[in-house]
């Protein structure tokens, strides 16, 4: 196929238009198309609709609407990158020059045109006209390339700076400048120290910023030549940073397993050890040599690795954390207790690392929670078997939490049934009150010791407690335990032994009463026999003189006056006389004897009526000396000094006497005991027994010139079964329970004074209205 | 002691109208005798120290000087005199002290009638005794020594403390010294019994463990004999013929007809009748030893060759004793006149009837036990009670009775 170009023409005559196409279309084997126009404006807008339809321009300078050269101008403005060729009626050299200057491909006079310069002009121009396009698109090329290549130099944030081989500087990029604080044109031409292939690091210190770690690389580049360096300079500072950083906190966390008081180690998914603390080391007992790069198989005691690589096994088939304890005996046969912590840890790639573990040895914690444990039970043992009742309770309500069986058997209720019930619902406070005084005191004390109380068990029966209280906390809440010491029986024993001692005084009384009234009622007897007796004497007498005065003869009488006189001797009438009186006043004062004791045994025998009253001391005082007559009688002269104003006191009658007669009976024994010591038994001692009043209080003085006594028993007088008395003499009880129902049962006070050999005197208080 | 002289009774005791009482009661005795009357232990010892008395009736609880001080006073310095109590005190301690002070003890209040009858009594054992020497030691005489076998007994049996009071009976009525101590405590009323008991057994009821172990054990009521100073063969003999005389002294009174209380009486009496014997042994060892012999050796029976040397026998000094001891008036009298019944003045059987003949026909049976030339029936007496003719009869019906 014929190669076919297109032409656009732009020319004024038609007849030269005619021409060209003429020569053109009639080549044989070039084919040519030719568009005409006759102005320049028409052809300029054909061409800016189909600018590619053509292969060059053919153009005429002078047109109807444009001349001479600038209508090359005008076309070649319009750029449309097409050849042109200008055809022109002109010759002048200027204007031919001046076209190809300006951008035509040839220029064709008109006047010397023929058909193979036309052609050949065109053709040329079309080639050149390609060729110009080509060397223009290179460069452009070119131009593009090393635009791109700058801006990625000067984009990079690493410094790049380009040495001959002799390390000039060729080039340098932003990022170096301002790494190396220099500008372009400092660093330009510089010489520029290199280690080739080398990297390093150094310092760049700045005036007003914060140093900057670079690190710096030259590779040979070819830039003018092969010998170049590239040299890139790299701020690594924060990279830098970063490893120190990592450093340090690897550094921490090697210190800090080390130092973990514990056995850390850790190992891989197939169980070797990678790693340890030297603790681990010496709980196991080896060398990190002997551990690390080993297994468990490789140095664990065979009873112990089966538990251990399957606890490892059940671990890493359900990855998390694991915690045992594991009990053994050691190298020296020791009983060890471990408690092992393990972990699972992943690798980055989140697949399973490989185990973490702890390992503590809890033996002496064991051994702890053991000493505890039995401790525990120690202390539950004391409570459980202790024999007085034990009960805790909460302190707001009373609430029982826990029961020794001393307790339950206290109570007469099963442990089950107490607990949780309150002390109220068991009959422990059997009156608000007491609760309420006991918990006043507790509150002020902070503990209740041995306080008497008394208490009503699930039988109704009213039990006599020694009542201890301290306060505890359990569970952070407030409780209290109470400790019970039953006393019912001792209480019963006791009162028993307070009856025995009035049973003794009584007894000993009933003995001295009844030589009291023995003696009377001696006398009494053999007077009012003698009486008797002498009656019948005087009956016969009587009836003799009866006889004589009935007889008359006076001669009789003197016979019969001489028998009543021989019976008057026989008789001893002089007897009779001298002693009927004395007889009579005897026996009338030995009944009146009888009858005072007799009321006074009454009186002080009454049978106690348990309740104040007031009562008389004096009066009371009198028939306890008469009671007790007997009892002092051989050793002392009793005085007395009442204040006969003394108003009646309340009291309790029966104890009030039995105050008076131990005292009584004391100061007597005393006085004989001093007799006997002395052997003074001619000599009476006295007993001073004195009443008086003072504010609400009447005092009684009972004092006695015995022994007095000594210092080293002064303290203990009071004290129940003491006794200076030999064994089997008296009960011990007589100061003891003057004592108690003085301060007790009366609220009184009782002291003594005492001087050793020469006496004592008790001096008693009681209120005269009861408080 | 002159029969004519007036006997002198002191009376003690710190109340003066009781004194009172006495001396008028007592006023139609004073004739026979001189009643003199002591406030109170100091007086009585002033007037004991300026005349003699035969009798002191004293008080025990007194101020100053007590009774029992009063009676040591007077067992150690006057121990011719007969010492008896009259007290109203009840406290057991003293009383238990006096049971070896005192030869008889009365309560207040008591009759004078019955302080007259036992003064009366004590007076008339005087005549009994005629050796002053032999007088004092019976009144001296705190307790007279039992078996060592029996005694010991008795001390082991009392300090158990589950033995029973018929175990206490049995064994003191085995021993003849207890028995008689405890008749004296029972019948004269130391413990306010007063009842006429001969039986130990229920005398040893009526006093009880408690009195009876504190008797034997703290007062010491009972002795032993001194092993060392008495022959044990002749204690042995005197022990088994006494037991015997007392069954066989008793069945004859069964025999004889006699009521049970003289029963009683009998037996008592026929353990006692040698006590006498006894009372030798003990307090006059070598003295009596030589009497042993010499009767043996002279074949004189032993009461001649004893009131050789004491003017009275073994039954005198015996009846003496348990008379002062308060025992009662036929159980002295067999006892007293066990050899010579005839002597006693009686015409009836009694108690002295059953003693005698068990004694004689003891020995009788038992020659081995004779000491001298053994005791004979006295025929007077026999024949006084018309019994001479009964006599073999009885005889026969004793070894029957013992078959």
Redesign the interface.
């Known amino acids: 196929m014929r190669k076919a170009y297109r032409i656009l023409m732009i020319e004024d005559l038609e007849e030269f238009y005619h021409l060209v196409k003429r020569i053109l279309t009639k080549h044989a084997e070039l084919s040519f198309t030719i568009d005409w126009f006759n102005n320049l404006t028409s052809g300029i807008e054909k061409l800016e609709q189909d600018k590619d339809k053509y292969d060059i321009i053919l153009l005429d300078l002078d047109l109807p609407d444009s001349h001479g050269i600038s209508t090359l101008k005008t076309m070649i403005s319009k750029g449309f990158s097409l050849p042109i060729v200008v055809i022109s009626g002109s010759y002048e050299e200027s204007v031919l020059v001046e076209t190809v200057k300006i951008g035509a491909q040839d220029f064709l006079p008109k006047g010397q045109f023929n058909k193979l310069l036309l052609i050949k002009s065109i053709l040329y121009a079309i080639e050149k006209h390609k060729l110009q396009m080509e060397i223009e698109f290179r460069h452009e090329q070119i131009e593009n390339r090393e635009k791109k290549f700058r801006t990625l130099a000067e984009s990079s944030s690493d410094g790049i700076v380009v040495t001959d081989s002799s390390a000039n500087v060729l080039f340098v990029n932003t990022a170096a400048t301002k790494l190396l604080s220099y500008s372009h044109e400092d660093l330009l031409g510089k010489h520029f120290p290199i280690v080739e292939n080398v990297p390093f690091e150094i310092d760049i210190l700045y005036e007003d910023r914060e140093p900057v770690i670079a690190e710096i690389k030259a590779v040979r580049t070819f830039w003018n030549s092969s010998d170049d360096f590239l040299i890139s300079i790299r701020d690594i500072t924060s990279r830098k940073n970063a490893e120190i950083a990592l450093e340090e906190n690897l550094d921490f966390m090697n210190k800090l397993i080390e130092n973990i008081p514990n056995n850390v180690f850790f190992k891989d998914k197939n169980g070797v050890f990678i790693g340890c603390n030297s603790n681990f080391l010496t709980f196991l007992g080896l060398t990190r040599e002997k551990v690390i790069g080993k297994t468990l198989a490789d140095f664990t005691p065979p009873e112990l690795l089966d538990t251990f690589l399957e606890k490892d096994k059940e671990l890493l088939g359900n990855p998390g954390t694991q915690i045992y304890e594991k009990s053994f005996d050691d190298a020296s046969g020791n009983k060890k207790h471990i408690l092992v912590t393990k972990a699972t840890f992943n690798h980055k790639d989140d697949t399973l690392g490989g185990i973490i573990g702890l390992i503590v040895d809890i033996t002496d914690r064991k051994a702890f929670e053991l000493r505890l444990q039995q401790s525990e039970k120690k202390f539950s043992t004391i409570f459980h078997s202790n024999p007085d009742p034990i009960a805790i309770c909460k302190y707001s309500s009373d609430e029982i939490v826990e029961v020794n069986e001393a307790f339950e058997d206290m109570s007469g209720y099963q442990r089950k049934e107490l607990l949780n019930k309150n002390l109220s619902e068991i009959g422990f406070w059997m009156d608000k009150n007491d609760r309420q005084n006991i918990f006043q005191d507790l509150e002020k004390t902070g503990k209740i010791r041995s306080r008497l109380h008394r208490i009503c068990n699930k039988d109704e029966k009213i039990l006599h407690v020694l009542c201890s209280i301290d306060t505890l906390t359990i569970e952070s809440e407030k409780h209290f335990m109470v400790i019970c010491k039953d006393i019912t029986e001792q209480k019963k024993l006791e009162d028993q032994l307070y009856h025995a001692q009035k049973m003794e005084s009584i007894g000993r009384l009933a003995?001295g009463i009844?030589?009291e009234?023995?003696?009377?009622?001696?006398?009494?007897?053999?007077?009012v026999?003698?009486l008797n007796?002498s009656f019948q004497d005087f009956i016969e007498f009587v009836n003799l003189v009866n006889i004589t005065i009935g007889k008359t003869p006076e001669d009789k009488r003197c016979a019969d006056i001489q028998a009543i006189e021989n019976l008057k001797d026989e008789r001893?009438f002089e007897?009779l006389l001298e002693?009927i009186p004395?007889?009579i006043s005897?026996s009338i004062?030995?009944i009146e004897r009888v009858t005072k004791i007799v009321k006074a045994m009454k009186s002080f025998a009454h049978p106690g009526i348990e309740e104040k009253a007031p009562l008389n001391l004096n009066e009371a005082i009198e028939s306890t000396i008469t009671v007790a007559k007997?009892e002092w009688?051989?050793?002392a002269d009793i005085v007395t000094d009442y204040n006969e104003f003394l108003p009646p006191v309340m009291c309790y009658a029966g104890d009030f006497k039995q105050i008076i007669l131990n005292l009584i009976v004391n100061a007597a024994h005393t006085i004989g005991d001093k007799q006997n010591k002395e052997n003074s038994?001619?000599k009476?001692g006295l007993i001073s027994i004195k009443t008086d009043y003072k504010d609400n209080f009447a005092i009684i003085e009972i004092s006695d010139t015995g022994m007095g006594v000594a210092d080293s028993v002064k303290q203990h007088i009071f004290e129940p079964f003491f006794t200076t008395k030999p064994v089997g003499i008296g009960t011990g009880q007589g100061l003891a329970i003057v004592y108690n129902i003085v301060v007790k049962k009366h609220s009184g006070k009782i002291d003594f004074e005492t001087a050793e050999g020469e006496g004592t005197r008790f001096r008693i208080e009681i209120p005269i209205s009861a408080p | 002691m002159n029969e004519n002289e007036k006997l002198r009774i002191l009376f003690v005791d710190d109340e003066r109208k009781i004194l009172d009482g006495i001396r008028r009661k007592l006023h139609s005795m004073h004739r026979e005798w001189d009643m003199v009357f002591a406030i109170g232990g100091y007086e009585a010892k002033k007037m004991m120290m300026e005349t003699k008395f035969d009798v002191i009736v004293t008080d025990m609880r007194m101020p100053g000087t007590s009774g029992q001080d009063l009676l040591n006073i007077v067992r150690e310095k006057y121990p011719e005199m007969i010492r008896l109590v009259l007290s109203g005190y009840s406290d057991q301690e003293i009383i238990m002290q006096t049971t070896k002070t005192a030869h008889q003890y009365l309560s207040k209040p008591c009759n004078v009638d019955d302080i007259k009858a036992a003064i009366q009594r004590s007076l008339s054992l005087r005549k009994l005794l005629k050796e002053p020497r032999l007088t004092r030691l019976a009144t001296q005489l705190k307790t007279i020594p039992s078996l060592p076998v029996i005694y010991n007994e008795i001390m082991t049996k009392l300090q158990n403390p589950d033995v029973s009071l018929k175990e206490i009976g049995a064994i003191i009525s085995q021993d003849i010294g207890m028995s008689a101590k405890i008749l004296q405590i029972v019948n004269s009323s130391f413990f306010g019994v007063a009842k006429h008991i001969e039986s130990v057994e229920r005398a040893v009821t009526l006093l009880g463990l408690d009195i009876i172990r504190s008797l034997v054990l703290s007062v010491h009521l009972f002795e032993k004999f001194k092993e060392s100073k008495v022959s044990i063969p002749i204690l042995n003999r005197v022990w088994n013929h006494s037991m015997d005389v007392a069954n066989n002294a008793k069945k004859l009174g069964e025999i004889l007809g006699l009521d049970s209380k003289l029963l009683d009486y009998a037996y008592m009496a026929g353990m006692m009748h040698d006590i006498g014997k006894l009372i030798f042994i003990a307090e006059v060892p070598e003295t009596y030893q030589n009497i042993l012999k010499q009767s043996a050796e002279e074949n004189v029976p032993l009461r001649i060759k004893e009131a050789e040397t004491f003017q009275a026998s073994h039954a005198e000094l015996g009846a003496y004793v348990l008379g002062i001891w308060g025992l009662q008036q036929p159980v002295i009298e067999a006892i007293a006149y066990h050899h010579v019944p005839s002597a006693s003045h009686t015409d009836t059987i009694t108690p002295l009837t059953a003693v005698h003949l068990a004694n004689t026909f003891d020995y009788e049976f038992n020659p081995s036990r004779r000491e001298g030339s053994p005791s004979t029936l006295d025929e007077e007496y026999i024949e006084r009670l018309d019994l001479l003719k009964k006599i073999d009869k009885i005889k026969k019906k004793l070894l029957k009775s013992t078959k």
């Open positions: 003995a009844a030589h009234i023995n003696t009377p009622i001696q006398y009494v007897h053999d007077n026999d003698f007796d001893d007897f002693e004395s007889s005897q004062e030995g007997n009688k051989y050793v038994h001619d009476k």
